[in-house]
């Protein structure tokens, strides 16, 4: 058995999200799946870095799964890219070791939210819009308090009781370059629809509407003073898993 790695970029606009789903719901995961195994008449169970939501990208998801094949790559590659829809690609592939897990193996994860002031036909995909003009600074203010090691439960839709809602947060940045903004937030790991939710309380803070200090509060205390609500999820992307 060969436990092989695929490296996976895919635009997640007409997806559920990566996750297989019962019935006919498109999914990332169960469209990989379903051509692997007409490629290599087996079955095929993909591992991932990360279980983007309905409607998220991703430029650096990370798989990987067990095979009998000895199917050389390059050959496995180029079949899927020829299979697949040009909303998914495989961008690169290794042979790991037997104990390698596209999850648990992982060290760190960015994301990346890109955001835009002003509605856009052409960019609607791949952004998320404020509607209004922001103001950086008081974003990156925000955006300094969610770095460290928290519980980020009011922050996601991790159901009540859930294990594990500690993250440790080492970069969470915002730069902005002509009429774009671009959060980078890395951490060990994520919550549900954590990086929307933050987001959507930054672009609150931008917007004048809440002070940096209230979100920070909010982050300390687990107890939310005012409406929390994820962002839209057109403008994520899994950016990198580091190993």
């Known amino acids: 058995m060969r436990n092989i790695c695929l490296h996976v970029e895919y635009d997640g606009t007409d997806y559920c999200g990566w996750q297989r789903q019962q019935g006919s719901i498109p999914t990332v995961q169960g469209k990989l799946e379903s051509i692997l195994r007409l490629i290599l ?4 169970e993909l591992m991932a870095a990360g279980r983007t939501d309905k409607g998220v990208h991703a430029r650096g998801q990370v798989v990987n799964f067990m095979t009998a094949s000895k199917m050389d790559l390059h050959r496995m590659v180029y ?10 690609r495989v961008s690169g592939s ?3 070791t037997a104990d390698f897990h596209a999850r648990f193996s992982a060290k760190e994860r960015e994301y990346r939210y890109f955001l835009i002031e002003r509605p856009s036909a052409l ?5 998320g819009c404020s509607g209004v003009p922001l103001d950086l600074s008081a974003m990156q203010h925000a955006a300094g308090f969610v770095v460290g090691v928290h519980d980020f439960s009011v922050f996601s839709k991790e159901p ?4 594990g809602l500690f993250c440790n947060v080492t970069s969470c940045i915002w730069t902005g370059e002509d009429d774009q903004f671009v959060l980078s937030i890395t951490a060990n790991r994520f919550l549900r629809s954590m990086v929307r939710y933050l987001v959507s309380a930054m672009i609150a803070i931008g917007r004048g ?3 940096a200090e209230d979100f920070g509060m909010v982050l300390e205390t687990g107890k939310p003073s005012f409406p929390l609500v ?4 057109g403008g994520l992307f899994l950016w990198e898993v580091r190993y």
Not at 41 to 44: G, M
Not at 160 to 163: I, L, T
């Open 209 to 211: 509407e809440r002070r």
């Open 79 to 88: 079949a899927l890219n020829r299979l697949l829809p040009a909303t998914i």
């Open 160 to 163: 009540s009781g859930h294990k």
């Open 230 to 233: 994820p962002a839209a999820p």
């Open 94 to 96: 290794k042979v790991e």
């Open 123 to 127: 960019r609607q995909r791949f952004t």
């Open 41 to 44: 008449q087996e079955q095929v």
